[in-house]
């Protein structure tokens, strides 16, 4: 159940579960935190999402995509309730590790994510400088995709 899941990750020992424990804790808390979010309960979704997160960066596992759409979901939850200043954390979390990683399935998610969460906490300038490089990115997959489309044809 979700207590036992929320007990299992505050206990103390948790240092001295396995690494494959550990990862699997975070992971149901971060899918209960994600059906919260998907139900419009942001409270409860930053909470077991604080909680992922916090297991995720114990056991170092915070330099992929499910960490990043963790931190995603954590950003519009926070924004979700007004904590602007959390919500803007989150998102450039998610943002830098996607770039720094180069993690290409959510580079332009969390890029796109991040303009949104400044958007909503009033920060136009910032927000559209990343919403344009966002609309950029995807300008130039679009570019290439038809190049390679017209390329096939060609050969």
């Known amino acids: 159940s979700e207590e036992l899941i929320k007990v299992l990750a505050k206990q103390n020992d948790l240092k001295y579960k396995t690494f494959a424990e550990q990862n699997n804790i975070a992971t149901i808390l971060y899918k209960i935190g994600e059906l919260y979010y998907e139900i419009g309960n942001y409270r409860k979704a930053v909470e077991h999402l604080v909680l992922a997160s916090n297991i995720f960066k114990n056991i170092e596992r915070t330099h992929n995509e499910h960490y990043v759409n963790l931190m995603m979901f954590l950003s519009n939850s926070h924004s979700s309730l007004s904590e602007h200043s959390s919500a803007i954390s989150a998102a450039k979390n998610a943002y830098n590790i996607a770039e720094t990683y180069n993690i290409k399935s959510v580079k332009l998610p969390s890029l796109i994510n991040y303009g949104s969460i400044l958007l909503s906490a009033n920060q136009e300038k910032d927000a559209l400088y990343f ?11 679009l570019t290439l995709a038809s190049s390679t489309v017209q390329l096939k044809k060609v050969i």
Do not use: D
């Not at 919403?131 to 997959?141: H, P, W």
């Open 131 to 141: 919403l344009n490089k966002g609309i950029l990115r995807t300008t130039s997959a």
